[in-house]
């Protein structure tokens, strides 16, 4: 006789908080080392808490902000908010009574229960009742800015304004607003599982809705992000300092603001290559600001420091604008003998001529590289607006020889399908979580050079027949699966069977090295437009620019390399008939 499977005794439990209580486990065995006695005591007291206050918690950590008025946390498996907060703010893990500044009540509250707060106020106000929201509150604040401080009946913020409970802003709300006190620790917790601030706990419900789906790396359980505790202090540091980086000050108060932001970044110490990188960012960013501001003392002083790609060239491009002609062809004369890529090769050899000009030297003539086919198409102006190159590729597809719109797609995505096994291998430092993309390191110096072996082995395919099946393969096998470099919304199997027929596998090997050598430059910028003539299996690259656009560095690269190793590739200028003709324009049209 058949008995009843036993009923799972976790299937009442909310999914989003059996997630949460995955990553919490993960840590437990990735990180028991790195937790401090507060944090084990949090993974110990979270765990024996009430099912309806885990589940609080977990709502309101998945939620933007710390503060939340209790009538906007109703959930049936929740029940009354008021009851589930309890064991929390016994922990002092939720705040039940804070204070509220003037922004966090306009925040919280809507516009008519603020006309209801303020009545008083408003109605010593001309047309203050008609003001939106982000107006009445600037109309407000003159009015509270300093008052709590002087009668000792609330706190104030960094602004001096006023802060109360909501009950003495609103004495006539029964309803509570919860601080998530805790947030601090569930935020480096949460760092610490994914290895960044950009994801967060709803990758989990993504993953489980099928949103996302991520290739299952086998990496070992000791595989993390963070090797040591000082490492999570240290991204939490650059990261303040990222944020501060967003209210820096403009004027006169700039450069000291800037001066101070430096000199704590520069005391941050650490000797995690990873953080470095993420330090020479960040200064990157703040010598950006510099410029915008047209600070140029304060941006050469941090380029100087800073070794992100493309410091240099801001550099040399600050010299010049600070007229320091000598300094900056010395510096540039630096860069074309070793430059740090082809996008700063460029850059110097754009700039080489200009500054000798402006020191009064000869411009010696510098022989043209191999020029790139260039015409000119003259179409009707479409009657609904569409991108130009849709109009392009519409307008040059036949049967014999269809057009398809890839850009950056198909040439990345056919790498990705051939090299699946590389880009996914679990090296130390790579994969630490099962939701990530692709390998943490994907822009690190060395990431071709410790896989070498494995992508040589890959590109060695292109030298037989055995490049078709595993790009097939991985197709069929992979399908959905994030990627780096796959584009599986562009990708259909006749467009792939197309590509596998009509592209040399040469041709191939040539693109797939280009991008191995600069993954950060080079997975951009090729050709919008690509042309197949199946009976003949060839194939023509073709570049589209409308009205006014011009070709951006990135892609004058692609194409000076895809006519330098000789492959069919040219740039497409579209006019519009009605603008060509008013401008007596002499052009050659192009037809399939």
Not at 251 to 263: H, P, Q, W, Y
Request: proline share 7%; glycine share 4%; hydrophobic share 45%.
């Amino acid at each position: 006789m058949a008995t009843d499977a036993p009923s799972d005794p976790r299937s009442d439990v909310p999914y989003y908080l059996l997630n949460f209580e995955r990553a919490l486990a993960w840590l437990a065995e990735r990180y028991d080392d790195l937790l401090d006695a507060h944090e084990h005591g949090f993974l110990r007291d979270f765990a024996a808490l009430p099912q309806p206050s885990r589940a609080l918690l977990v709502r309101m950590l998945m939620r933007k902000g710390t503060l939340f008025r209790a009538s906007r946390l109703s959930y049936d498996e929740i029940g009354c908010p008021l009851q589930a907060v309890a064991p929390l703010a016994m922990l002092g893990w939720v705040d039940t009574e804070p204070v509220l500044t003037l922004d966090d009540l306009f925040a919280l509250t809507t516009r008519p229960e603020l006309l209801l707060i303020f009545a008083d106020a408003i109605a010593l106000i001309p047309g203050a009742k008609g003001l939106r929201k982000p107006d009445l509150l600037e109309t407000l604040r003159p009015f509270y800015e300093g008052d709590g401080e002087e009668e000792g009946e609330g706190e104030c913020d960094e602004r001096g304004t006023t802060a109360h409970p909501l009950s003495t802003w609103h004495g006539q709300t029964t309803d509570r607003v919860f601080h998530v006190a805790i947030a601090p620790l569930c935020e480096r917790l949460r760092l610490m599982f994914f290895g960044n601030l950009q994801q967060d706990w709803s990758e989990f419900v993504l993953a489980d809705l099928g949103v996302f789906q991520y290739e299952k790396v086998a990496f070992a359980p000791s595989s993390r992000a963070f090797q040591q505790r000082a490492d999570v202090d240290v991204y939490l540091a650059l990261h303040a300092c990222r944020e501060a980086l967003e209210w820096l000050p403009t004027g006169d108060a700039v450069s000291e603001a800037i001066d101070e932001l430096v000199a704590v970044i520069a005391a941050i110490e650490t000797s995690n290559p990873w953080l470095e990188t993420r330090r020479a960012k960040l200064l990157f960013r703040i010598g950006q600001h510099c410029e915008r501001q047209q600070n140029w003392p304060a941006a050469l002083a941090v380029y100087a420091r800073c070794e992100w790609p493309g410091a240099r060239h801001r550099r040399l491009r600050v010299l010049e604008r600070s007229e320091r002609f000598d300094e900056a062809f010395a510096l540039a004369l630096q860069a074309a003998a070793k430059p740090e890529s082809e996008e700063e090769a460029q850059r110097v050899e754009r700039m080489l001529p200009r500054l000798q000009r402006k020191r009064g030297e000869r411009v010696a003539r510098v022989p043209a590289a191999r020029p790139v086919e260039r015409s000119t198409l003259v179409l009707p102006r479409p009657d609904a607006p569409q991108p130009v190159e849709y109009v392009a590729r519409d307008h040059l597809t036949c049967d014999a020889a269809p057009v398809h719109y890839v850009e950056n797609a198909l040439i990345n995505s056919l790498f990705g399908l051939l090299c699946w096994e590389p880009v996914f291998a679990a090296l130390p430092g790579a994969f630490f979580h099962p939701f990530q993309r692709g390998p943490a390191d994907l822009h690190a110096p060395d990431f071709h050079a410790r896989r070498a072996e494995q992508f040589s082995a890959c590109l060695a395919q292109l030298d037989s027949s055995a490049y078709r099946e595993t790009i097939l393969r991985h197709l069929q096998s992979k399908v959905g699966l994030q990627s780096p470099f796959v584009f599986w919304g562009l990708l259909t199997p006749e467009l792939v069977g197309l590509a596998l027929d009509c592209l040399p596998a040469a041709h191939l090997k040539l693109w797939f090295e280009r991008l191995l050598r600069d993954i950060r430059g080079n997975r951009s910028g090729l050709p919008d437009l690509i042309r197949f003539w199946p009976a003949e299996r060839r194939y023509e690259l073709i570049e589209v620019k409308g009205p006014g656009d011009r070709l951006q560095d990135n892609q004058i690269r692609w194409l000076a390399y895809c006519a330098r190793h000789g492959m069919p590739v040219r740039v497409l200028d579209v006019r519009w008939a009605d603008e060509a003709i008013v401008a007596s324009e002499v052009v050659t049209e192009i037809t399939p």
